[in-house]
């Protein structure tokens, strides 16, 4: 069309019909780009509200100089968390999986506790379990402040909860970020991927702060703090001189270095017995004008 309009090679296309039509492109394309930006946007509240939170929880424990009664909370709510699961409410003892919980609170809690025999007791129930637990656990930890001090098991007990949450949320962000990658694929099945992206997302975040809990309680009941033994002194240095000739040490004794180096011997005499210590590239004393090692340190 343009070259039966006349239009030559080489000359600018300017028209009206093509400048709007090239202003329509870039609307559509603007405000593609725009719809791209503000869906993301949404996606990335949904962390920023997680990141809130913990960033929250986080400067008030750096706050704290004793978090004993956070770590007493994490390991009552965990316990509660186990019986729940092996103990259905409203259930009878017989109906108890008494076996799996003595098993998981001996590897998650590292506690021999006789459950299966607690539950042959006649008019036991599911809170009494869950108090004897729970008493035996609070008194390993309580072992441990009297055998390491209160000081040292508080600051341990900080330790342990910010390098766990710290571990346990960069992992969590890496999890967001791959959920996001393949979220897209519920659109095949008429889903709002956006909405999937926010449930799949709160549950990953509870449980984050289960795994919190349960890593922080496991690590705490079993950890045993070992003294550092005292750093031993190195012997005393001594240098020597290898002959690069015959690879002979040319010192009977080990050559003490002072701070101004080897005494030197008189550099003005003729004999070059009286010279002393020369380094080999350093001039030779007889007034040559060569290096040492090309001239009298060569006869050496």
């Not at 039509?21 to 593609?32: D, F, G, S, T």
């Not at 035996?136 to 040292?152: F, I, N, P, Q, R």
């Not at 962000?173 to 694929?185: D, F």
Request: glycine residues 6%; contains cysteine; proline residues 4%.
């Amino acid at each position: 069309m343009l070259t039966k309009l006349g239009l030559q090679e080489g000359e600018a296309i300017v028209h009206p019909w093509i400048n709007k039509a090239l202003e329509k492109a870039q609307q559509k394309v603007e405000a593609r780009n725009f719809d791209i930006r503000k869906n993301l946007l949404k996606y990335d509240d949904v962390s920023n509200d997680q990141r809130k939170v913990i960033f929250e929880q986080r400067i008030d424990l750096m706050r704290e100089t004793d978090v004993s009664e956070t770590i007493a909370d994490m390991r009552h709510a965990v316990i509660d968390e186990m019986v729940t699961r092996h103990i259905p409410p409203n259930a009878y003892a017989e109906q108890w999986d008494t076996e799996g919980l003595e098993n998981e609170v001996r590897e998650a809690l590292g506690l021999q506790l006789p459950i299966q025999n607690w539950a042959k007791e006649e008019g036991i129930a599911d809170d009494e379990v869950k108090e004897r637990i729970t008493r035996s656990a609070d008194e390993v930890m309580a072992g441990k402040v009297a055998k390491y001090g209160t000081e040292l098991m508080r600051y341990v007990e900080k330790s342990v909860l910010m390098q766990t949450l710290d571990h346990l949320w960069r992992e969590h962000l890496v999890m967001l970020e791959h959920l996001r990658q393949v979220v897209g694929l519920r659109g095949f099945a008429q889903r709002d991927p956006l909405n999937e992206y926010k449930s799949e997302a709160f549950t990953l975040f509870e449980a984050l702060l289960g795994r919190l809990r349960q890593m922080v309680s496991a690590q705490l009941l079993n950890i045993e703090i070992q003294e550092r033994p005292p750093e031993q002194q190195l012997p005393e240095m001594h240098a020597s001189h290898i002959d690069a000739t015959t690879g002979e040490d040319d010192a009977a004794q080990p050559v003490r270095l002072t701070s101004g180096q080897q005494a030197k011997g008189d550099r003005t005499s003729q004999n070059p017995s009286d010279w002393g210590k020369v380094g080999r590239n350093e001039p030779c004393p007889c007034g040559s004008g060569k290096k040492f090692k090309n001239c009298h340190g060569g006869f050496a």
